[in-house]
Nanobody
Framework: QVQLVESGGGLVQPGGSLRLSCAAS????????MGWYRQAPGKRRELVAT???????NYADSTKGRFTISRDNAKNTVFLQMNSLKPEDTAVYYC??????????WGQGTQVTVSS
């Protein structure tokens, strides 16, 4: 089992920045990839960015060039640096991990609100 705990959400003005963190615990040796998804009110949960244990990154088109995902394998933590934030980035952001058996794990979510 893997447990994920997110932190770093909050309220920010358009054009501002936030950094999200997600700490994994438990059977972290089994994790293949970690990442972030988000869900806005009335919308489906969507991919934001992912990173594998080998460092390969994948981004949603809407976040390329603005968001950067990184990973500290020694601390079992993944980060999401979000710059040039827009009101449409407002959502609950969920940390996600998948293990080598294709089992999914989710964090509890952290709210990000972009508003003036």
């Amino acid at each position: 089992q893997v447990q994920l705990v997110e932190s770093g959400g909050g309220l920010v003005q358009p054009g501002g920045s936030l950094r999200l963190s997600c700490a994994a615990s438990g059977s972290t040796f089994s994790i293949y990839a970690m990442g972030w998804y988000r869900q806005a009110p009335g919308k489906r949960r969507e991919l934001v960015a992912t990173i594998t244990s080998g460092g390969s990154r994948n981004y949603a088109d809407s976040t390329k060039g603005r968001f950067t995902i990184s990973r500290d394998n020694a601390k079992n933590t993944v980060f999401l640096q979000m710059n040039s934030l827009k009101p449409e980035d407002t959502a609950v952001y969920y940390c996600h991990a998948v293990d080598y058996g294709d089992y999914d794990y989710w964090g509890q979510g952290t709210q990000v609100t972009v508003s003036s």
